[in-house]
């Protein structure tokens, strides 16, 4: 084999090597991805039933239910406009409270969010972006 054909089999060697890593990347991302919907875009159907994502919005006030013979909870998010059911089986983070801004992973379960994980607010004053985006503007108030 020539100097020339070693160079040129080593550069197709190299971008087949870097084609194949790309795709193992691009479908390592693709798989992680949690995209996040407010109750409106999940009452609308707008959120994949088949894989997990985020639903946040305002914990609905008096909408907590615990069962007493577990740590399973259930309560309504809201953006406002629309709310949704979420089914939490596990312990809630300390600063989650009804009236306050949450989210939650998970997906959809017979017409429930079935969460995997919840996250609160971190004080008084902060919201997830996400949350405030999904919020209708002029509607949101602080406890």
């Known amino acids: 084999?020539?100097?020339?054909?070693?160079?040129?089999?080593?550069?197709?060697?190299?971008?087949?090597?870097?084609?194949?890593?790309?795709?193992?990347?691009?479908?390592a991302l693709r798989s992680n991805i949690t995209y996040f919907y407010s109750p409106s875009q999940v009452v609308a159907g707008e959120a994949p039933a088949d894989q997990p994502f985020r639903i946040g919005g305002m914990v609905v006030r008096d909408s907590l239910q615990r069962d007493p013979n577990s740590v399973r909870v259930r309560f309504l998010v809201t953006d406002n406009a629309e709310q949704f059911e979420v089914v939490y089986d596990g312990i809630l983070p300390d600063l989650f409270s009804?009236?306050?801004?949450?989210?939650?992973?998970?997906?959809?379960?017979?017409?429930?969010?079935?969460?995997?994980?919840?996250?609160?607010?971190?004080?008084?004053?902060?919201?997830?972006?996400?949350?405030?985006?999904?919020?209708?503007?002029?509607?949101?108030?602080?406890p």
Do not use: C, T, W
Not at 8 to 21: G, H, M, T, W, Y
Not at 115 to 136: C, G, I, Q, T
């Open 1 to 27: 084999m020539k100097a020339r054909q070693k160079r040129f089999l080593f550069i197709l060697v190299a971008l087949a090597a870097v084609a194949v890593a790309s795709v193992l990347v691009v479908k």
């Open 98 to 142: 009804e009236g306050q801004g949450a989210v939650a992973r998970g997906r959809l379960e017979n017409g429930v969010f079935v969460a995997e994980e919840v996250l609160a607010k971190h004080d008084e004053s902060y919201m997830p972006p996400e949350v405030a985006d999904a919020m209708k503007p002029g509607e949101y108030q602080a």
